[in-house]
């Protein structure tokens, strides 16, 4: 699998996960976290700290669709 369609694979996945997070606003992040060890906010984290990384400084915030 070339570089192009793995990141293409990989961007899908995320959002699907975040369409999924969506969709179960009953479940809470403590469980969650409890569950698979990271929650909501870990996400919304990791991405924020990845836009910083790569200097990307007009992203628009994953907090909005990660901690819901």
Do not use: P
Not at 4 to 22: P, V
Not at 39 to 52: G, I, K, V
């Amino acid at each position: 699998m070339d570089d192009n369609t793995k990141k293409k694979l990989q961007s899908a996945t995320f959002e699907r996960l975040l369409r999924h997070l969506d969709e179960r606003k009953d479940v809470q992040n403590i469980d969650i976290m409890n569950l698979v060890g990271f929650c909501r906010n870990c996400l919304s984290r990791w991405y924020r700290e990845e836009a910083e990384k790569k200097r990307y400084h007009n992203y628009r915030s994953r907090g909005e669709r990660t901690y819901l």
